[in-house]
């Protein structure tokens, strides 16, 4: 129907005759009789001067031809790639009308998400969702490639499961032949991938769907990608290298540009550095340990197991009600307060607790802090874990750059805890209970109690791109005894170990290779890579943040007939 596409032609165009279909972008009265016609199309826009076109409304359909000729009275638009040249002598055929759409099509105007997402085929003709969906399919491509180059097989998982304890809640659904039983959707492959380890496949890969049913977040929907690897007879550094062959390459093939190596940092320094298992190492404001500068202190509110402080550069700046927000935050997040310093012209500090300090804890901090004329001084006196959970919240709200500046700044983290504490105390997997415990940990498996859990360490790793948690994984627990005991840790005993993953346990009697593996979020890579905030803008049917899809009404009930085949009835809820 084309002889080419809008957003292609140029001056060496010029003097062809072509036929070019798209969208009415807009349209301007040039003359009595002339119109401007900007016609767009997947790869941008052309302007058009058509005769008379005063039926041609924004978004119509239409197809023109016409000749390529330099633009009227030579002005040129700089901002267009299209812009030195225009069409001319145009016949133009409509190939569909429109109504006018909901919604602007310009970038600058702010439009309601639900109202964006109600008309997602309209919103996706935007130039930016253009390129973020084309960002995410080159992402997806060259991983495909990567992977491949590295011997991987692409494998499919079913998606209609039993449960994969990845932490979160299951999606289920209903058995229509086994009336009262119910599938999972996929958490993750994970059990699946370990199961083609036990098979002999040794090195798989999918780029897969998984499913959770968790509260939705900038970085969160309910449904999300991965690219989903395991390997058989591997260490760690194995895994690390076979994943950043596939994320460099994925960043080349969207930036041109292939990342160096890698760096890594254990859990342990990430916490006390930055206060994040997912440090955003692209700026400073680190986390500095002053509990042995105050260890003899009077003020009681630094009689604290740890205190830290980080140092804001020009921070005294920050007014009494920016200060008081700060101290709101921290409490909200579950301190007990937040200590603030502004340092004045002759580097002493100026604060309402400075007279509760000696003077040789208030030099230490300016010593210790480097403390500039002008700097804050933000410092927090609590429990280790608190205090770097705070702090390290602080440090982002205060400090974090938008996500397009900056580069982009990878980052392994590695030696994650094996365990959590949940709120009763009892030890639940910090990443899945699949996961092999640091092998000079392992006897404490035998011996912790209580908060001694939290200082087993995993064979687990997470990959950190400019703050966003980008992917986990792990070595995995390939002997069943080592299995039943860290699920036996976990409260799992053997008969729900046998109903949850006998299969798994039973596999693993069979002869398990040692093996290892990872997931890296391809919506959130994508989105990194596509310079978006938002996870959103680089899926083309997301959810809300309510779960919901406006344009197709989902979730929606079910008639009667079909929850009855289902065996199920909807208890009403208040
Ligand atoms: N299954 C894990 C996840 O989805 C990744 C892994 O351990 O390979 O987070």
Redesign the pocket.
Known sequence: MRTDLCGNLRSSDIGREVVLCGWVDRRREHSEHLAFVDLRDRTGVMQCVVDGGRDLRSEYVVRISGTVQERHGGKSNENLATGEVELQDCTVEVLSVAEPPPFPLDERTDVDENIRLRYRYVDLRKPRLQHNLRVRAKVNSAIRIAMEEQDFVEIETPMLIASTP?GARDFVVPSRMKPGSFYALP????IF?QLCMVGGIDRYYQIAR?LRDEDLRADRQFEFM?L???ASFVTQDDVYQFINHAVRGATEAVTGVRPGEIPSMTWHEAMERFGSDKPDTRFGMELTELTELFSATEFNAFKADCIKGIKVDGGAEYSRNQLDGLTDDVKSWGGKGLVWMKVEPDRSLNSPVAKFCSDAELQGLVDTLDAQPGDLLLIVADRRRTVQNLLGRLRIQIGRPPVTEGGLHFLWVTDFPLFELNEAGTPVPA??PF?MPHEDDIALLETASGEGFLDIRSQ?YDLVLNGWEL????VRIHRSDVQQQVLGLLGIGDEEAQAKFGFLLDAFKYGAPPHA???IGIDRLAALLAGEENIREVIAYPKTQTGADPMTQAPTPIDDGHLQELGLRVVPQD
Do not use: I, Y
């Open positions: 990845e958490q993750s492959p994970q991938k998984c991965q989903d690897a395991e990443h899945h996961t687990a992917g986990s994984g792990s593996g990872f997931a």
